[in-house]
């Protein structure tokens, strides 16, 4: 199977064919602009009958993704580390005699705010991260970099549904704090218990679906002229107070 020198590639129609019958994980199956005929045709069906997102981007970008291979017009992104399960979350927190503790990233697209919200959670005692299979960033080579290597140590879970999974989250007793304006100042929220933590795309903060699902609603205080922060900022911050709690570390 031909890899380009990024390592989270795989290019060619033969090579991404093959990719797809293994049933190996794939982040995204890329294809040219009007290049959508014979081959491609086929490789498309397979992805979506296996669920892979499809991106059309143009020539020049696909040379670049590609790093110049011959990728006669497709290319899949796989993920740098392996995905985990739900469970997993679960049996880590178990293992360290700790209630689940775990992030859920709602559409976060910048792969270095993903790798450095992933980094923090591993440092903060978290048991897991959440993303969606959609409009989010995987656990690319940019990502596992950025994460310093947390991504080895620390259960990554991709959904097909966020909000389904927090209605399982909430039967499993967890408790769901949503990050996003207008509610309650974040240091005075008690995190007591399991908890997941939602912070929002970059853009757009949490979802409307996602926010409703969620059984609190906290905020840091914005006391300068611009009013969001940086996603992995804001998670940071809010990852270490739930921390602070959870150990009875106390302000002196």
Not at 25 to 31: D, T
Not at 88 to 94: G, K, V
Request: hydrophobic letters at 40%; one cysteine or more; proline letters at 3%.
């Amino acid at each position: 199977m031909e890899k380009t020198e990024r390592q989270d590639f795989i290019i060619g129609r033969n090579a991404v064919m093959e990719l797809l019958k293994s049933g190996k994980e794939i982040e995204k199956i890329f294809v040219q602009n009007g290049d959508i005929k014979g081959s491609v045709l086929k490789i498309l069906a397979m992805a979506r009958e296996n669920g892979v997102p499809i991106k059309e981007v143009s020539q020049t970008k696909l040379d670049m993704m590609c790093a110049g291979g011959n990728h006669q017009g497709v290319a899949a992104s796989i993920p740098a580390a392996s995905y985990a399960e739900l469970e997993d979350i679960f049996a880590l927190a178990q293992r360290k005699g700790e209630a689940p503790f775990l992030i859920i990233a709602d559409e976060i697209e910048d792969p270095h705010n993903l790798g450095a919200i992933i980094r923090t959670a591993e440092a903060a005692g978290a048991h897991g991260i959440i993303i969606p299979k959609r409009r989010s960033v995987g656990l690319t080579g940019t990502v596992y970099k950025t994460s310093a290597g947390a991504c080895a140590h620390l259960p990554v879970v991709r959904v097909s549904n966020i909000t389904a999974t927090m209605q399982q989250l909430k039967k499993q007793g967890v408790w769901l704090y949503g990050a996003d304006m207008d509610g309650q100042n974040w240091c005075e929220q008690d995190y007591s218990g399991p908890v997941g933590l939602v912070i929002g795309s970059e853009g757009h903060g949490i979802g409307k679906l996602v926010r409703e699902t969620c059984d609190f609603i906290v905020s840091l205080p914005m006391c300068g002229k611009v009013n969001s922060l940086n996603a992995s900022v804001a998670c940071g911050i809010m990852m270490y107070e739930i921390t602070r709690q959870r150990h009875g570390i106390q302000a002196k």
